[in-house]
């Protein structure tokens, strides 16, 4: 489909803009795993400290970056698939909403007026444009989805009474409505709690309520990063290999059965905390292994249609087709095959280690440890981002109308971040072991032998994880030298929106699985038994008293430190 | 679906089921367990450590987490105490994991956490907090010192 004018433009922007600022992010990536092998020892460099930067690595990467390339990514797919042109209207309302937000919030860590890292836990509070800032970019991402691609598809339903609903399409608004679901509790606690404590108008909220809150939308979160590669990996991915999607209802039957399952799982990052019962911390663990499920069917859907497509070029044998897969090709759209790969693999590791970070007491070995580092930059910094960063690659090639250029440097990047991230998961889960913890400057103290904190135990495996980091962020620059010369190429045709798109092997159609309502309905209901007790739970037994804000800089409370002097609090 | 998908949805299944017969069985028959929420135990203003039963070895200790360190900082403990730990925060949302034990416990200001454990090794246990607390954080531990 050709695209042009104000459309494209807004196009093009959601992917380069999120990468100027994944830039930033994955510098400070770097900036992090030296700081904590103590190679770099000082807690502040380049006039950003450890944990301004950490925040903005976190919010970057896993919020902005993330949700850009979603709606870039789905405004496409959408597009392409139900064969319609998007309003430029509202995808100008969306952008605004997403940029703008984008810019309060990165104005507040910029001016380290928001250092409380991406899960913003109170009672340590941000400046309101933090908060401000992130509900716009939500709400602007919800836009395209409610005023352009829902009627676009009831448009294009009155035109094809009896079409199937288009898998790709399915998956966008899986995404989507599940996205609608858990922005409610977030904003809530945003809303209700954390801007009216930050702008003075309370004095006082309930942390615990404000986690289980913010874990009801952080969980299912990675479903909305997930999901989009998912989507490719059935409907791009198996055309890559010449091949196809093996089978249709099991891709809709895994999208579906997301919907059902992947909300009511939040208390899983709660199993340490006071305040809520166990016996429905076990019963979220359940959940999550049941979330689990859809995960094995994709990996069977997907290992099934590499085998297929591998088999049409010439693979034989029970194992020997896997040397048939283009791994290192070039040609025309197989160097994306790269990405994809190489997520996989990383995702592989994300699955198992994430199942026992799932296992309740087992998470008690593990959790706030290296250990759930290593897991995430397998999961979402593994097949996600390397998922997002060959489809904005791709995308931006066809909507500029360009070649992508460097093709060597764009195929070798995902391997190298697949060497430099396992070499990272590995180190952060066996230092793990030894109990060295996330979220922590540990050169400036536990890695630093001349502190008397010093954990000699960790200081071998915090400098493996500064190599593995590195080999990474190498890949990363090899990505960037074939996005920029992509970027700035001259057009040689026509600016188009279009996938490589696989046709399905077993394609019988499954009238329960095209259809949403149905399990819309046992999600909604299965939330709403899941945490109407925790919540509950969280405003009266659980908790015993409110509390007031707190900057990170002082051990008293906001309202304080305003009143008295702040020289005469001694630190 | 074909034969192949079905047995690999139900072997998922079988696989997911049996791991989370495990954790149950982890649980309920070894009593590994996690925190769950206490009524009747309020937040306390000063962390020490309370002798129940010399002579059983048992102790109560309660842990404050604030801003940056741990009342209290160091406690000692004769080997083979049994000890119920309770920790709260005094300020902003904290953690620790007690090293080579299964403690591992969020401190959230306004409710109490509570894990049982048992040191029978002499030793250092180290302790480090490991929710991000300010600026400070990385310079917040303490340890038991079981001799
Ligand atoms: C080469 C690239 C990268 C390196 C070297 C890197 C390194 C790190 C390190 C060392 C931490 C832990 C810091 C700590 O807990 O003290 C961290 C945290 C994190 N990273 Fe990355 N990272 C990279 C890329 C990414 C990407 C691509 C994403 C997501 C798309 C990502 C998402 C996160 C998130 C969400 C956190 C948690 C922040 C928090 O605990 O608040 N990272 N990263
Ligand atoms: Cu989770
Ligand atoms: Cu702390």
């Given at each position: 489909m050709s695209i042009r004018g104000g459309l494209r433009f807004i196009l093009l922007s959601e992917i380069v803009f999120p990468f100027v600022l994944l830039i930033l992010g994955v510098t400070l990536g770097l900036l992090q795993v030296l700081q904590r092998a103590g190679i770099i020892k000082s807690t502040s460099y380049l006039g950003i400290e450890y944990y301004q930067g950490l925040t903005l690595h976190g919010?970057?990467?896993?919020?902005?970056?993330?949700?850009?390339?979603?709606?870039?990514?789905?405004?496409?797919?959408?597009?392409?698939?139900?064969?319609?042109?998007?309003?430029?209207?509202?995808?100008?309302?969306?952008?605004?909403?997403?940029?703008?937000?984008?810019?309060?919030?990165?104005?507040?860590?910029?001016?380290?007026?928001?250092?409380?890292?991406?899960?913003?836990?109170?009672?340590?509070?941000?400046?309101?444009?933090?908060?401000?800032?992130?509900v716009l970019l939500v709400v602007g991402s919800l836009v395209p989805f409610f005023f352009d691609w829902i009627p676009n598809y009831i448009a294009w339903r009155r035109e094809n009474p009896t079409g199937r609903f288009p898998l790709p399409v399915l998956g966008v608004f899986v995404t989507f409505i599940l996205w609608f679901i858990i922005v409610i509790p977030v904003s809530i606690e945003i809303l209700f709690q954390l801007l009216p404590l930050s702008l003075g108008w309370v004095e006082e909220i309930n942390p615990l309520l404000a986690r289980t809150l913010f874990w009801f939308f952080g969980h299912p979160l990675v479903y909305f990063w997930l999901l989009p590669a998912y989507i490719m990996l059935y409907s791009i991915l198996p055309k890559l290999v010449g091949g196809k999607l093996y089978s249709d209802p099991a891709a809709r039957l895994a999208l579906l059965l997301f919907l059902v399952f992947s909300v009511p799982v939040g208390l899983h990052h709660q199993y340490t905390e006071g305040g809520l019962s166990a016996g429905w911390k076990l019963w979220h663990a359940f959940l999550t292994f049941m979330v689990a499920l859809p995960s094995f069917i994709t990996a069977f859907t997907v290992a099934a249609?590499?085998?297929?497509?591998?088999?049409?070029?010439?693979?034989?044998?029970l194992f020997a087709w896997w040397a048939k897969l283009p791994y290192f090709s070039r040609e025309g759209d197989q160097w994306l095959f790269s990405y994809f790969i190489a997520g996989l693999l990383l995702f592989l590791f994300g699955g198992i280690t994430g199942i026992v970070n799932a296992s309740y007491n087992l998470n008690l070995a593990v959790h706030n440890t290296s250990w759930v580092v290593g897991h995430f930059h397998t999961t979402v910094g593994g097949l996600v981002t390397l998922a997002f960063l060959g489809i904005s690659l791709y995308m931006m090639a066809k909507l500029r109308g360009v070649e992508v250029k460097a093709k060597g440097l764009a195929v070798a990047a995902p391997y190298l971040w697949l060497i430099g991230m396992m070499v990272f998961e590995v180190a952060m889960s066996v230092a793990a072991f030894y109990g060295f913890p996330r979220r922590t400057a540990a050169g400036a103290s536990y890695i630093d032998p001349a502190s008397p904190l010093y954990h000699p135990e960790w200081y071998f495996w915090a400098h493996l994880s500064a190599g593995g980091g590195a080999i990474a962020v190498l890949g990363f620059v090899a990505y960037l030298v074939s996005f920029l010369g992509t970027l700035f190429a001259r057009p040689v045709r026509e600016p188009v929106v279009e996938f490589p798109m696989a046709e399905a092997l077993h394609d019988e159609p499954v009238p329960l699985l095209s259809n949403l309502r149905p399990w819309l309905t046992v999600s909604i209901l299965l939330i709403a038994f899941s945490y109407t007790y925790p919540i509950y739970e969280s405003m009266t037994k659980g908790i015993t008293a409110k509390s007031p804000a707190y900057n990170d800089r002082l051990p008293v409370p906001l309202k304080q430190t305003q009143t008295e002097a702040s020289a005469e609090i001694p630190r | 679906m074909d034969r192949f998908e079905k047995n690999a949805i139900v072997l998922a299944l079988a696989l997911l089921f049996f791991f989370f017969g495990l954790v149950v069985y982890a649980a309920k028959a070894l009593q590994i367990e996690v925190p769950t929420c206490l009524t009747g135990v309020n937040p306390f203003q000063e962390g020490r450590v309370i002798v129940l039963d010399e002579g059983a070895k048992r102790y109560q200790v309660n842990l404050l987490a604030r801003m940056w360190n741990f009342e209290p900082y160091e406690i000692r403990l004769p080997a083979g105490a049994k000890v119920d730990l309770y920790l709260t925060s005094r300020d902003v949302v904290h953690g620790l994991r007690i090293n080579y034990t299964n403690v591992n416990l969020m401190a959230i200001p306004g409710t109490v956490s509570y894990a049982r454990v048992r040191f029978d090794k002499p030793g250092v246990y180290s302790i480090v907090c490991h929710e991000y607390c300010g600026i400070n954080h990385h310079l917040m531990a303490g340890k038991i010192i079981v001799e």
């Open positions: 919010t970057i990467n896993a919020i902005v970056f993330t949700t850009f390339i979603i709606v870039a990514f789905s405004n496409a797919m959408v597009m392409f698939s139900l064969k319609r042109s998007l309003k430029p209207g509202v995808q100008w309302v969306s952008w605004l909403l997403m940029v703008g937000g984008t810019l309060m919030a990165a104005y507040a860590m910029l001016t380290g007026k928001a250092n409380v890292l991406y899960t913003f836990y109170p009672p340590l509070i941000a400046h309101w444009t933090f908060y401000v800032g992130v249609s590499l085998e297929h497509g591998a088999r049409q070029r010439g693979g034989k044998g | -």
